[in-house]
């Protein structure tokens, strides 16, 4: 099935100093992603998978190059514009969680749809949905500390998903779970993706997650230097 490019890079490329030496994150990296993909780019650590998520999601701004997501280049995007985009366009699931303490999981589940600006009477109908979706009913008031790790990891995988964004950039999710947990968090959003159509961009080392995508990308010296494209599992 053909689909429309939901992700464009175009000579792509991230520079560090470090003293006299320059490092080569990224080298003129040039990639499409189709609305709808379930894919994951690996390679060793250094190899420029982390820089590059950061790249397409603007968290960090290339040093040559050009990203747009749906045709909207985002690479020259900064401040508030940069800032609105990403919250209205993208979902961010990260290892470390990165879940607000002191906000219940339906809280933070809700806190993008509060910044959209999304009623009351729906923010509460699509956290309850999502809840359910990710195996959470019933949870919602705890607070994260109250919840296990892999509880918290799947609240993060619903605050990513429950505004709707046109992606989802998940950077070594199954990192700090057991495989068990991994398995099931993967499954969720393999269904997600089959079902309501979501773009995944993962960034990892874990086999479950290969296994799963249908395009694996390996990175090498931040540069493309395979690319895999898979039937669906």
């Known amino acids: 099935m053909n689909r429309e490019n939901l992700v ?4 792509l490329t991230k520079n560090y ?3 006299d030496i320059v490092v080569h994150a990224l080298d003129n990296v040039t990639l499409n992603i189709a609305s ?3 894919t994951t780019i690996v390679g060793p650590s250094g190899s420029g998978k982390t820089t590059l998520l950061n790249m397409i999601g603007g968290l960090d701004n290339p ?3 050009n990203v ?3 045709n909207i280049p985002i690479s020259t995007m900064a401040g508030k514009q940069l ?3 990403r919250r209205d366009h993208i979902g961010f699931v990260f290892q470390s969680y990165n879940l607000i303490p002191v906000l219940t999981a339906k809280e933070n589940i809700e806190y993008v749809m509060i910044l959209q600006g999304v009623s009351s009477e729906e923010r ?3 956290v309850e949905a999502i809840l359910n979706d990710v195996g959470l009913k019933g949870l919602g008031q705890r607070f994260p500390h109250q919840l296990s790790g892999g509880q918290q990891q799947r609240v993060a995988i619903a605050r ?3 505004a709707h964004p046109k992606l989802i950039l998940a950077d070594e999710p199954t990192a700090n779970v057991d495989s068990h947990t991994a398995e099931d968090l993967l499954n969720i959003m393999h269904k997600l993706n089959i079902n309501q159509g979501m773009t995944f961009l993962f960034s990892t080392h874990d086999p479950l997650v290969m296994h799963l995508a249908r395009r694996v990308i390996h990175l090498k010296d931040g540069r493309i230097d395979v690319d895999n494209h898979y039937e669906e599992v």
């Open 124 to 126: 509460h109908e699509r």
């Open 63 to 65: 040093s040559s190059g």
């Open 68 to 70: 747009s997501l749906a």
């Open 83 to 85: 800032a609105d985009f």
């Open 17 to 19: 100093q470090q003293g």
């Open 160 to 162: 990513a998903m429950v």
């Open 36 to 38: 709808g993909e379930f």
């Open 8 to 11: 464009t890079t175009e000579n």
